[in-house]
């Protein structure tokens, strides 16, 4: 739950460490399918990738930009 005296900075690594949980659960298996979803286009682990991707473009004031 999110509490309405976090920071904006504490939200952004709330939503880092959640889609970083939800790739290792919806990773591929051998076969190229997902584990959970057992689709081969898993559309939660795409998400995933996109919230890390606008987490990463959306830095906070005072942290260092590290180009990719």
């Not at 682990?45 to 991707?53: I, Y």
């Amino acid at each position: 739950m999110t509490a309405p005296h976090l920071s904006l900075a504490q939200i952004r690594n709330r939503l880092v460490l959640t889609a970083r949980a939800v790739l290792r659960a919806h990773r591929s298996g051998p076969d190229g399918h997902c584990q959970v979803c057992r689709v081969a286009g898993c559309r939660v682990s795409a998400a995933a990738r996109d919230v890390l991707a606008a987490a990463a473009d959306c830095r906070p004031p005072g942290e260092p930009h590290h180009p990719a």
